[in-house]
């Protein structure tokens, strides 16, 4: 089963405003990563976290993790019609075993 | 990171053959893994590919239907054998490095008919 949930399953908006995607897992976790996919290719690997850090940056990538609320979140600023894809969470559930789990991931459209 | 090729890129093939994907990376990596997404869903893990020994599969996946190879550290290949339309798919390799991060193939694209 997944153990990921992300929220919303789709996200339209406007050029240049922010854009938030949430996520959720169940069990504890060593990692979570976030990643893109342009229309149905490659993942792009867009940041790590680890379970001891709060929040982290990337460019227009700012992603905060909850560890007692079991939840992420990927906050892109100032998007760009580039933004659109789908946005996918992913977390090591068990330690040591190096396996992602992944969340169901959110439809990303960037309007111009 | 790591540049990760995946051959073929898409590939339409007959109900009942079999097609073997093919994952180059241009380093050295411990961890391999095969990865499926099915249409329209998230990713699914289907088993490490462990060198110079059998792939860990994960539940509901089987060997004799998704062979893996594994014959150095840079090199893997999934089979995707006796297909049916529910095989279709996308199937991407991954690979651990620096740490923790994972980091993906391009995808190979099968359609079964």
């Known amino acids: 089963s997944q153990q990921g949930e992300e929220d919303p399953q789709a996200l339209s908006i406007q050029e240049g405003e922010n854009a938030t995607m949430n996520c959720s897992y169940k069990?504890?976790?060593?990692?979570l990563q976030w990643y893109r996919q342009n229309s149905g290719r490659g993942l792009v690997h867009l940041i790590l976290i680890r379970s001891n850090e709060r929040e982290k940056h990337s460019g227009r990538l700012r992603v905060t993790l909850d560890t007692s609320k079991k939840s992420s979140s990927l906050l892109i600023t100032a998007s760009r019609a580039a933004d659109t894809a789908s946005y996918f969470c992913?977390?090591?559930?068990?330690?040591?075993?190096?396996?992602?789990?992944f969340g169901q991931g959110t439809r990303l459209t960037i309007n111009p | 990171s790591a540049v990760i090729s995946q051959k073929p890129s898409r590939d339409i093939c007959q109900r009942g053959t079999s097609l073997t994907i093919q994952c180059q990376v241009d380093s050295q990596v411990t961890m391999m893994f095969w990865y499926r997404q099915q249409p329209g869903q998230s990713l699914t893990l289907i088993a490490t590919?462990?060198?110079?020994?059998?792939?860990?599969?994960e539940s509901g996946f089987v060997i004799d239907k998704f062979p893996i190879s594994r014959p150095n550290l840079t090199f893997s290949t999934l089979t995707v054998s006796n297909m049916s339309p529910e095989d279709s798919s996308i199937y991407l390799c991954?690979?651990?490095?620096?740490?923790?991060?994972?980091?993906f193939g391009p995808g190979t694209r099968l359609t079964v008919t």
């Open positions: 991954s690979v651990e490095i620096q740490g923790d991060e994972q980091y």
């Open positions: 590919a462990n060198q110079g020994s059998e792939a860990t599969y």
């Open positions: 069990t504890s976790i060593n990692n």
């Open positions: 992913a977390t090591d559930a068990v330690q040591g075993a190096q396996k992602l789990v």
